[in-house]
């Protein structure tokens, strides 16, 4: 999908008001967040696990090329074929030619981040193909003609209500009228519809959770089934994924996996956990004839040099959005790209460029849960901080809204600071934001209240900031 | 044909800080060496942890003692869900029991009218109780996904403590990776609706897994 990102501020002061939205938060929220905290309270290996992750990621990277050659090799082993891609167009396009080599009609996909990211369903709808997506989520969202807005639960956005409503205009056209009024009747409908489309597609495209190098193995975490479907189903399979994603061996993806769906929904493994090894064999009765695998790197090689680097460990668990505060105020779509929460205000800012982004890093309230919660430690403030430092650097901010986000950054993370805050000082505040709307959010101070109290790392530009601001509003005052 | 693979390495190589020859011995050293990360203990024994972590996910359980009482078992558990008396199956052991004679055994992979499916489990692991199949002539994957009703046997002898014994077993066969492997624990289920739990997505609704006592065991 094309960015909206630079659409940040409006999106957020909308998402702030818009009644359902929030109810879905809400609801989310704590569910997430207590089925994790469980997980980790029954996993006692948690942090030598998370030590061993790092371990493997850091190590993984400083030989991404070796490791991404002798997966390569491995899967033409076993009968597949792997493609590159620099850019998400070399993507779509080698996506594309695949699926007319297959003489394609109808395309199921598996969710897929990586999918989104290149935008592969817009590529296949313009070169005429139908491309269902399959899981539950994702499909909601694909009749909703939305972006996913959140990275494991696509449509947690979405109420009932909602999805009913959707259904209700989609299925009509294959004789599905009746109401729907319950959870189990919608998942239901939506299995029969899907179950036609399984059947009948001529590929499958799923993403990958993590490659691994010894093996040439793809595999993709599922609850509902549908990837594997997908997988299996179809005469051809592509897989999908990015060059991040490999893993030395089948023990490193069993650390991995511990770590992934404990994160992600407080599971100790999903209900299906798949490896995929090439098309199907002399012996086989079923499965694809056809295997790809389809690599991107869409920047990511850039990262490795710099201190980006550690992006490139995120394993798409979603814990960081799940406890971060900002996300739970505004929810995904705010975020404007595929990828919202802590982990979208890093990757979105260099993936779109600075300036398509650049009130993503600003997004945060430095209270230092996501970094906390990262099954890879990844620090996610600094990497926020530094795109902050770049943006200041580069002047892509007006010097009014630097300063009220530099406040707005240094009270919300105090929350002692901001409790006993002085009416003068609110309205001083609420002046710096009014033309953004951004101090709109200091009413949700209560998500950040309740978390650690973090040193602010903003306060030395808060400072100076400060001061230069206060010349600058006596030399207007004075106009 | 875009050259985008040489430019991706290139700009891999230029950014990391390995220099080729020794780099080249330090991965071949850790892709052989299946160095285990810290893998979770637990006290119980091994049957009674799968079936502990299997009950857990909603998965049901039969244990019998040998492979000759498995059509009763399965008979039995179709009845309880009101189903047809009808499987589909690719395992010879299995088809070529002694079936009773109004009941349905069809020797194939699934179709998409298929009820309800029995296959063999590859393995277990006890850690999470997980059912392990492998894509094979006799187990293909088609049996593990479309049938709203899945059985699974499983020799109590397969089952394993963690994910990484698999790894062992599966390089002890010794005919490399299988096509497929995977690592089923419960039915199918999704949260994509309000984040609340509902079974039955794409995939089983219910999931059976009848387990065959090791000879000698209690
Ligand atoms: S940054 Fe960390 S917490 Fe956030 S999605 Fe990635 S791995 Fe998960």
Redesign the pocket.
């Known amino acids: 999908m094309k960015s909206k990102s630079h659409a940040f501020k409006q999106q957020a002061a909308d998402a702030l008001v818009n009644v359902s939205l929030q109810k879905a938060l809400l609801n989310a929220k704590d569910g997430f967040i207590v089925k994790r905290k469980k997980a980790m309270d029954e996993l006692p290996e948690f942090e030598r696990l998370r030590t061993k992750a790092i371990e493997i990621k850091e190590h993984t990277l400083s030989h991404l090329d070796q490791y991404l050659e002798y997966f390569e090799q491995q899967v033409i082993k076993s009968g597949g074929t792997v493609h590159w891609a620099s850019t998400t167009t070399q993507a779509q396009q080698i996506i594309v030619e695949l699926c007319k080599q297959a003489n394609a009609r109808t395309v199921t996909k598996g969710k897929s981040m990586v999918g989104e990211e290149a935008a592969i369903n817009d590529a296949l709808e313009a070169a005429g193909f139908e491309a269902i997506e399959t899981d539950l989520g994702e499909y909601i969202i694909q009749l909703a003609n939305e972006p996913p807005s959140h ?1 494991i639960a696509p449509a947690i956005h979405k109420s009932k209500q909602e999805i009913a409503d959707l259904f209700k205009d989609h299925h009509k056209k294959y004789n599905f009228n009746s109401k729907l009024e319950t959870i189990p009747e919608i998942v239901n409908e939506a299995r029969e519809v899907l179950r036609e489309k399984f059947i009948n597609a001529d590929v499958g495209i799923t993403g990958a959770n993590f490659l691994v190098a010894e093996t040439g193995s793809t595999l993709i975490v599922t609850n509902e089934g549908n990837g594997d479907l997908t997988a299996t189903l179809p005469k051809t399979h592509i897989v999908i994924s990015s060059i991040e994603k490999v893993v030395p061996t089948l023990e490193d993806t069993s650390v991995l996996l511990r770590l992934l769906a404990r ?2 929904t407080g599971q100790e493994i999903t209900s299906y956990t798949t490896f995929f090894n090439g098309p199907k064999r002399n012996s086989d009765i079923d499965g694809p004839e056809n295997f790809h695998v389809v690599l991107l790197d869409n920047g990511r090689s850039n990262m490795l040099q710099n201190e980006n680097h550690e ?1 490139l ?9 799940n ?1 971060c505060p900002v996300y739970s105020a505004i929810g995904g779509h705010a975020y404007g790209w595929v990828y919202p ?3 979208g205000s ?1 990757l979105t800012p260099i993936m779109q460029g600075l300036d398509e982004a650049k009130d993503l890093p600003f997004a945060s309230t430095f209270c230092g849960r ?2 906390e ?6 620090p ?1 403030p600094k990497l926020l901080r530094q795109h902050r430092n770049h943006i200041h650097h580069d002047k892509l901010n007006t010097s009014r809204s630097r300063l009220g986000l530099a406040l707005w950054a240094f009270v919300a993370s105090r929350p002692a600071l901001y409790r006993p805050l002085s009416n003068s000082f609110i309205r001083a505040l609420g002046w710096l934001g009014k033309k953004s709307g951004r101090f709109s959010w200091l009413p949700f101070a209560s998500a950040w209240t309740q978390s650690k109290d973090l040193p602010a790392p903003a306060a030395q530009s808060f400072m100076s900031a400060w001061t230069q601001q206060q010349a600058k509003k006596k030399s207007s005052e004075n106009e | 044909m875009n050259n985008a693979r040489e430019e991706i390495f290139n700009r891999i190589k230029s950014k990391t800080r390995q220099n080729g020859q020794d780099a080249a011995s330090i991965i071949e050293r850790r892709l052989s060496a299946h160095q285990r990360g810290p893998v979770p203990v637990f006290p119980e024994e091994l049957l009674e942890r799968f079936i502990l972590k299997l009950k857990n996910v909603v998965g049901t359980v039969k244990e019998i003692s040998d492979m000759s009482e498995l059509p009763a078992a399965v008979s039995e558990y179709l009845s309880s869900l009101n189903v047809e008396q009808k499987i589909v199956t690719a395992v010879p052991e299995i088809h070529s029991l002694n079936w009773p004679a109004d009941f349905e055994v069809n020797n194939r992979a699934a179709i998409s009218s298929d009820l309800s499916s029995v296959t063999m489990a590859y393995a277990a692991v006890a850690e999470t109780g997980t059912l392990v199949l492998q894509a094979a002539k006799e187990t293909p994957t088609s049996l593990n996904f479309l049938p709203d009703n899945f059985i699974c046997v499983l020799k109590q002898q397969d089952i394993h403590t963690s994910m990484e014994d698999i790894w062992d077993a599966i390089r002890k066969d010794d005919k490399g990776m299988p096509r497929v492997v995977n690592f089923i624990t419960g039915p199918s289920r999704t949260a994509d609706v309000e984040q609340t739990i509902q079974l039955g997505a794409h995939g089983p609704r219910y999931l059976h897994v009848i387990i065959i006592r090791q000879a000698g065991s209690d």
């Open positions: 990275i994160s992600a992006m460990k995120c394993i798409h668990c979603g814990a960081c959005l406890h929460g802590p982990m890093v996501c970094e919660v990262c099954p890879l430690s990844i996610l």
